[in-house]
């Protein structure tokens, strides 16, 4: 936890920079990565698809991939 707040500008910057190309997956149950990080992360990145995945935890990745690559792919290529 430490780290997020140290290099915060640092991962928000990059994103940022990056938005045009870039969606955003969430899981709504990650204790970790918790679901107003995802949803704070979304207001910076307007632009690009934000999904919530009701049902997927911390490893979402791994939970469920089908619903991830299809997040993911929202971006339209």
């Known amino acids: ?3 997020r707040y140290i290099h ?3 991962w928000i910057g ?3 920079s990056n938005a045009a190309s870039s969606s955003v997956v969430w ?3 990650d204790p970790i990565a918790n679901l107003e990080m995802g949803r704070e992360l979304h207001a910076l990145l307007k632009d ?3 999904t ?5 935890g ?6 469920d991939p089908d619903r ?4 993911v792919e929202r971006r339209g290529g």
């Open 1 to 3: 936890m430490r780290e």
């Open 14 to 16: 990059a994103l940022t």
């Open 48 to 50: 690009s698809p934000y």
């Open 58 to 63: 911390h490893f979402l990745i791994i939970e």
């Open 68 to 71: 991830v690559s299809d997040g």
């Open 27 to 29: 899981a709504m149950n």
């Open 52 to 56: 919530e995945l009701d049902g997927a």
């Open 8 to 10: 915060r500008q640092r």
